[in-house]
C-alpha cells in the first residue's frame, strides 16, 4: 500500500541556518503530495502542496518540489525562524481521498 | 470562515467504558475525515464520509469503533468499550468538493483522549 517516510527529528537548528527535512514515498500512480505542520498546541495546517510531477509547492518561505524519479518530496527553507518550531509531516492523497502521512519531523530553531 | 469544529478537546476515561467525540464540518464541505493520531506518529485515517455516506471504513476497528453522520453535516466519532491502545488525539477534518474533485482538508484542533 501507500507509504511516506520522513526523516526522523529531532531537527536542531539555529536562527538563518538552512532546512532540508526529507520525504520520500511508495504510491502507484501519481499521488498528490503536502506539507503540513503542526504548531504547538494548535491543528494540522497545510504548508504546501504538489499535485504533478516537477510541481514546486510553496508558501512562507518553504518551498519543496515533487520529484517523480526518486519519489520524494523535500521540504528546504533557505533561513529558519524561532517561529518555525512545529512538526512537519509529509503526506500524500490520491484523488483527494484519505492522506497518507509520514511519522512527522520535529523542528526546535534556537535565537 | 469558521472552522471544523470539535468537541470535547480533552477526556479523560478508564478503560472499558465508552466516549464520544463530536465534530461539526466547514459549512459547504462535503466530505468528512476522522483521523486517529498516537503520539509520536502521523495521522491515520479511521472513516471518511462523504455526505451521509461512507467512502471508506478500512482501517476502522469495527468490533469497538463507529461513526455517523445522519444529515451529511455533523458527525460523531463513538468508542465502546475503551482500551488502552485507544489512548490517541482524534482529528476531525473537512473538504470541499466540486463535481469530481475533492478540494484540501482542513483540521479541526482535535480531542485529546486519554484511557487509563
Known amino acids: 500500500g501507500d507509504s511516506v517516510t520522513q526523516m526522523e527529528g529531532p531537527v536542531t537548528l539555529s536562527e538563518e541556518a538552512f532546512l532540508t527535512i526529507n520525504c520520500t514515498y511508495t504510491a502507484t500512480g501519481y499521488p498528490s503530495l503536502f506539507w503540513y505542520v503542526q504548531y504547538p498546541g494548535e491543528g494540522l495546517q497545510l504548508l504546501l502542496k504538489a499535485t504533478k510531477a516537477d510541481d514546486k509547492g510553496s508558501n512562507k518561505g518553504f518551498e519543496a518540489t515533487y520529484r517523480k524519479e526518486t519519489t520524494s518530496f523535500h521540504l528546504e527553507k533557505g533561513s529558519v525562524q524561532v517561529s518555525d518550531s512545529a512538526v512537519y509531516f509529509c503526506a500524500l492523497s490520491r484523488y483527494g481521498n484519505k492522506l497518507v502521512f509520514g511519522a512527522g519531523t520535529i523542528l526546535r530553531v534556537k535565537s | 470562515e469558521a472552522g471544523v469544529a470539535q468537541s470535547p478537546r480533552y477526556k479523560i476515561i478508564e478503560k472499558r467504558q465508552s466516549v464520544a467525540f463530536w465534530c461539526n464540518p466547514i459549512s459547504g464541505h462535503a466530505t468528512l475525515y476522522w483521523y486517529q493520531q498516537i503520539l509520536g506518529q502521523g495521522p491515520k485515517l479511521l472513516i471518511q464520509f462523504q455526505n451521509n455516506g461512507v467512502v471508506d471504513d478500512s482501517q476502522l476497528p469495527k468490533d469497538r469503533f463507529s461513526a455517523e453522520r445522519l444529515k451529511g453535516v455533523d458527525s460523531t466519532l463513538k468508542i465502546q468499550p475503551a482500551k488502552l491502545e485507544d489512548s490517541a488525539v482524534y482529528l476531525c477534518?473537512?473538504?470541499?468538493?466540486?463535481?469530481?474533485?475533492?478540494?484540501?482538508?482542513?483540521f479541526g484542533p482535535g480531542t485529546r483522549l486519554t484511557v487509563t
Open positions: 477534518a473537512s473538504s470541499l468538493v466540486k463535481g469530481l474533485t475533492i478540494y484540501e482538508q482542513y
